[in-house]
């Protein structure tokens, strides 16, 4: 089911008590996805919607026009955004180089609103050397509840090769008290973050 109808489909039924209630597994995503969602934006994120690849570069062309980005040069190390994504921007593997970072992500955590990336995404360079900027690209179907279910799924999915090293997550946030301790935030400093989201699912 499409996101943001499961997003607007939502407050609708809560609206109208005579409205079935969804399946289990339904309920469980659609928690989610609005959880997320929530979170995110209570984080400051900017999230942008995306159905297509064409969506996806009309967006990304509306950012570097908000931003007076088009002469930047946008950090990217990912040879798939590049190739699909790469037309409309000066790209560079110089991290001094530039004030945006592109790439993709392990998965989106829906109870911290946040990004969780690794040595897939940051290659070399550590969380605090990268960008100011950060756009990132990143599907439905990588929405997961927690950093325990992320972690999990890495392992999962690195499997019989080496796992990933460099495992943190972007939040936009200020450090506070509350979360200074958390070991995923470590290092880290307010981001300003779009999220391109494309529906998979």
């Known amino acids: 089911m499409n996101f943001l109808k499961r997003f607007f489909g939502s407050k609708l039924a809560a609206s109208q008590p005579d409205t079935p209630e969804p399946k289990d597994a339904e309920q469980e995503d659609l928690a989610i996805d609005l959880l997320f969602l929530q979170e995110f934006k209570k984080n400051k994120g900017k999230f942008l919607y995306c ?14 026009e908000e931003n007076s980005w088009r002469a930047e040069q946008v950090l990217c190390f990912s040879d798939a955004l590049k190739k699909a994504h790469g037309d409309q921007l000066i790209l560079t593997r110089d991290a001094s180089a530039s004030k945006i970072f592109f790439t993709e992500c392990e998965h989106l955590i829906a109870d911290q609103g946040s990004v969780l990336v690794c040595s897939n995404q940051l290659k070399s360079i550590k969380q605090e050397e990268l960008p100011e900027h950060l756009i990132i690209l990143a599907r439905t179907s990588q929405i997961v509840r927690s ?44 981001k300003n973050l779009y999220l391109l989201l494309l529906e998979d699912y």
């Open 51 to 64: 159905t297509s690849d064409e969506e996806i570069n009309q967006h990304l062309d509306a950012i570097l």
């Open 147 to 190: 950093i325990s279910s992320a972690l999990k799924s890495i392992k999962q999915r690195y499997q019989g090769s080496p796992l990933p090293t460099k495992i943190t997550s972007f939040k936009n946030n200020q450090i506070t008290e509350e979360n200074q301790d958390d070991f995923m935030h470590y290092g880290s400093k307010t």
